[in-house]
């Protein structure tokens, strides 16, 4: 039987996103076979395209850092999780489709009765902004923190979150998203018209205890420049290499995995030159997954326990289905979205 995906087949624009339609594939031995319901739409998925995110794939590639389905067949030796199972995976690319075969050990099951979109803006946003929070920067009830982007997917999470956790929050945003910001508890500051580490000290005297920045760059200096003493900024996004809507390299076709994250590198190790006691730490999904499964599941477990009992409540800004993909990243590419763009994979099941 047939199913669609979507295909990267060279780096560039969205227009490089091709509907293709092929054979389901067969789970292999120790596999699940997934029916997608959700997949996320982030910005590292338009930033692997570019081919300028360290987790860039080789061409040709499906894109889809997360998805939410459901188990429809298991390969040989698969045991521990049964067909009809709602589960939750983050395989950094591939969950545009309509069927994924993963490994069993990829999969979280998910409580029934949840929202498959609500659910998929758990794990590669609210993943993130959680482990960023909690395991970087270590915040405690009543601190300050500054959240960059926080309109966006991972800013609605890290606002979202930041209220459970009883923190005093300023975000950094463009005009539209100011009210968004404003209903989740954050001080909005406007990104295009405001200097925000004046604005910071304006409003707060001597600065905030933590900084969520997905800009990179130099940007990550000014943060800092936000910080009280003992502060600390976590740098998780290379935004700042994303420029307009064009391709960020300005030169299309080529793979340029770690350009980025070598500027950041050093804009992370210069930090540390710099007079204060304040510190720069990445933070990386994929890095800590990889060192800490263990870690990774807890924490979507602890967070789909949340959503479960209603305390957090992810945005959505648009459901497209799948053969949308192309709009989906043209939306997020051009800026002004508010939450998490969600493509809908709704494969027909198997008689
Ligand atoms: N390290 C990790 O593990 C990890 C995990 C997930 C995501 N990320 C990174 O996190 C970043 C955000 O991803 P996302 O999917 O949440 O993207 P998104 O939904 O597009 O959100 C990005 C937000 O940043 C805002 N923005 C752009 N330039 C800004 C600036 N100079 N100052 C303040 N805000 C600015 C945008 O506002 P407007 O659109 O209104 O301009 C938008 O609301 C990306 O860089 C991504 O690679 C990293």
Redesign the pocket.
Known sequence: MKHTRIVVSRYGGPDELRVVEEERPAPKAGEARVRVLAAGV???DV?AREGI?PETPRTPFTPGWDLVGVVDGLGAGTFGIEPGQIVAAMPIHGAYAEFVCLSQRELVPVPSGLDAAEAVSLV??YI?AYQMMHHSAEVKRGQRVLI????????TALLQLGRLAGLEMYG???S??AAAVREMGGVPID??HQD?VKEIHRLTGDGVDAVFD???GS?LWHSRKALRRGGKVVG?????SIRGRGLASGRPGRRQRFRGSAIFGLYIAGGRLLPGRKRIV??????LKRLRPELFRQDLIALLDLLQQGKIKPVIAHRLPLAEARRAQEL?GQ??????IVLSCSGTPDE
Not at 148 to 155: C, D, E, K, R, S
Not at 236 to 240: C, R, T, W
Not at 282 to 287: A, D, K, V
């Open positions: 982030a910005l590292p930033m995110h590669l946003n993130t960059h982007g926080a309109a966006g997917g991972v800013g950094t945003c463009s539209s998203g990104y295009k925000f997905p800009i990179g940007h998780y996004g290379l935004i700042s990445p933070y990386s999904i994929q890095t997020l800026g002004g979205v508010i939450g998490k």
